[in-house]
């Protein structure tokens, strides 16, 4: 197999992709991560001529544009890093997949390589293994399943013969009765197009997704800025460059149903910014093919406040006749902006799935759910623990945690949404304050949804015992007027802590 996947083979290499982040070798090495994501998106992408030692240091490393592979070996010692971590990899957990990924010594374009031996040797152990125990099953169930079986069989044909309709009862079936009622909660599958509003270059964000620079774009300037932090995100590189002014980008789509992510950090404006002001210094409307999207929208007062990222999200997303997505920003005094665009597959009627766990690398769940990296958050801090969880089929999923006093703004369109909130109790962040025996205050807190509490004095020791999962659902929940279900984690006693977040449409 080649470095360039085919079509049909490329989310094969995906899947593959993620199933190395997840090892805790790379778990524990978001740079390596990051590295490994940005090589095979590229690859897969087709563009192996821009795989260069000078692009990685700018586009995963930071690096400045005056980049000088001579005196900084930045890319080379993270790639043979890379190399061991991918050796180590396949030499244990990963020796039977089909699909192994290597960087071949003094290259940086990645080989897919399938190793269909070892593959077939652990799928023909596992046959034999499944057949010797189907086998012994079957002799010692055989004698009274087949009875039953057969009485079964004989009720269901009676029943179908006594309940069959007729023809014209066929004809008289509503068009749409063959429509599954039961959502699906899975992410959707097809091309992702993640734009950089004003960027020169591509960029790979902590979730490993690959944001592309601008492009489909008329009209506006070019604007970057050089703030450092960026509230809510770990990804402050999205904000920094931006498209201002009256503008448009006319976006080829495949036919379909997508999911519109617009994002926006006012850097500009504001009390401790260049402009200064504050809200209503920029003000703006957008419109997708011709209908609004958002009317008289002041990204300081949405965000609550400057130097804070905002995105706001829009289903039933689709191409108009012509195969483009067009979308148009203006404003009054020609102070339109935004940070990026995303477009993801969607689902019609209803947002994708929010999955978020507290680390600074996605997540593949044991039920083969994806989990994207830390987002949304304000406050806190991230910590990890290696002592596995009881009482869980997936321990891993809870080795890190935010704790402190923090919140999460998680933008979500109207609707009525379930959440699912994954904690874990590990013992208090300073040493001393939990003795061992037990004496001491607890951990206390209460989390509040857009200012109502919904869950009060959580104790997590005393509901669910030291180290074991606890787990926390709330339904019925619906955005702020600002497109938010605006999370708050506070403490009353030491501090809050959070593993996980899972927001579903109702």
């Keep these: 197999m080649s470095s360039t996947a085919t079509s049909p083979a490329i989310e094969e290499v995906r899947a593959e992709l993620q199933q190395v982040l997840q090892a805790p070798s790379f778990a524990r090495s978001p740079g390596l991560s990051r590295l490994l994501s940005y090589l095979c998106e590229k690859a897969l992408a087709g563009e192996i001529d821009q795989i260069k030692e000078y692009s990685i240091a700018l586009d995963v490393f930071g690096r400045p544009d005056s980049f000088d592979q001579d005196a900084d070996s930045i890319v080379r010692v993270q790639a043979n890093r890379l190399r061991k971590h ?15 990924i290597t960087i071949p010594v003094g290259k940086y374009v990645p080989a897919f390589e399938e190793h269909l031996e070892n593959h077939r040797h652990e799928l023909a152990g596992r046959g034999e293994v499944a057949q010797n125990q189907l086998t ?32 014209g009862q066929l004809d008289q079936l509503p068009a749409n009765s063959v429509e599954p009622a039961t959502p699906m909660f899975g992410l959707p599958v097809g091309d992702e197009i993640r734009i950089l509003a004003g960027s020169n270059r591509n960029y790979v964000d902590r979730s490993g997704k690959l944001w592309a620079p601008d492009a489909y774009s008329s009209g506006g300037t070019v604007v970057h800025s050089a703030v450092q932090h960026v509230w809510r995100t770990q990804d402050p590189t999205i904000y920094r460059s931006s498209r201002q002014g009256d503008f ?30 504050g809200e209503g210094s920029r003000i703006m409307s957008i419109a997708a093919n011709g209908k609004p999207l958002l009317s008289d929208f002041d990204v300081l007062a949405d965000s609550g406040g400057g130097r804070t990222a905002d995105v706001k999200v829009f289903t039933d997303v689709a191409p108009e006749k012509d195969g483009f997505l067009h979308l148009v920003f203006s404003s009054v005094n020609g102070r339109g902006m935004v940070s990026a665009i995303e477009i993801l597959p969607g689902y019609r009627g209803r947002m994708r799935p929010v999955r978020i766990v507290a680390r600074d ?10 989990w994207s990296a830390d987002i949304y958050f ?37 609707g009525e949404y379930l959440l699912t909130l994954h ?14 025996d037990g004496a001491g205050p607890d951990r206390i807190f209460d989390v509040f949804c857009n200012g109502k509490a919904i869950f009060r004095g959580l104790n997590l020791e005393r509901e669910s015992g030291k180290n074991r999962p606890t787990i926390k659902k709330a339904s019925g929940l619906v955005p702020n007027a600002q497109g938010k279900l605006l999370l708050e984690f506070v403490p009353l006693s030491h501090y809050a802590t959070l593993s996980a977040i899972e927001v579903l449409p109702q």
């Design 248 to 277: 448009r980008y006319d976006i080829p789509l495949k036919p379909g149903v997508y999911e519109l992510r617009l994002h926006f950090a006012e850097t500009f404006y504001g009390p401790e910014d260049v402009g200064g002001g």
């Design 136 to 167: 012994k099953r079957w002799v010692a169930w055989a004698a009274w399943i087949a009875p039953a079986v057969l009485l079964a069989v004989a009720a269901l044909w009676i029943f179908i013969g006594r309940h069959r309709p007729t023809r």
């Design 361 to 370: 690398v996605p997540y593949y769940s044991n039920d083969s759910q994806w």
């Design 86 to 100: 991918l050796t180590d990899y396949y030499a244990g957990q990963g020796k039977f997949h089909r699909l192994h």
């Design 423 to 436: 904690f874990i109790e590990r013992g208090l962040p300073i040493a001393g304050d939990h003795p061992e």
């Design 378 to 414: 304000k406050g806190g801090q991230l910590a990890a623990s290696e002592e596995a969880a009881s009482g869980s089929d997936d321990p891993e999923f809870y080795e890190t945690e935010r704790w402190g006093h923090f919140s999460y703004a998680i933008p979500v369109p109207s």
